[in-house]
Nanobody, 122 residues
Framework: QVRLVESGGGWAQPGGSLTLSCAAS????????MSWARQAPGKGHEWISG????????YYVDDVKGRFTISRDNVKNIVYLQMNNLKPEDTALYSC???????????????WGQGTQVIVSS
């Protein structure tokens, strides 16, 4: 079955960096767009970035544009989220999602992982 396992979360100081990874299995990874979403304490689920099936197109919400970079490795079946210049408001549970199409801006998803916690604090 589809399995998505995130890793790489933790604590970072404001201005610091973290790289999240999401290992995928159980489906044809290179066919589908993948995305990252987050849920901050007391807030709803927020789609923040997506990448198309071959990594050639990427998408970001304004809050993270210029600071976060999504990428994927279709040999290792991993999608990454490089997060730079972190801010306290980036504190959230980050999860990866499998899209339902090949596109990176597909906000629909049919599988997601348990998430990895990111805390940004001084």
């Amino acid at each position: 079955q589809v399995r998505l396992v995130e890793s790489g979360g933790g604590w970072a100081q404001p201005g610091g960096s973290l790289t999240l990874s999401c290992a995928a299995s159980g489906f044809s990874f290179s066919v589908f767009g993948m995305s990252w979403a987050r849920q901050a304490p007391g807030k709803g689920h927020e789609w923040i970035s997506g990448v198309n099936y071959d990594g050639s197109d990427t998408y970001y919400v304004d809050d993270v544009k210029g600071r976060f970079t999504i990428s994927r490795d279709n040999v290792k079946n991993i999608v990454y989220l490089q997060m730079n210049n972190l801010k306290p408001e980036d504190t959230a549970l980050y999860s990866c999602q499998k899209g339902t199409t090949a596109f990176g801006d597909d906000r629909d998803y049919d599988a997601w992982g348990q998430g990895t916690q990111v805390i940004v604090s001084s």
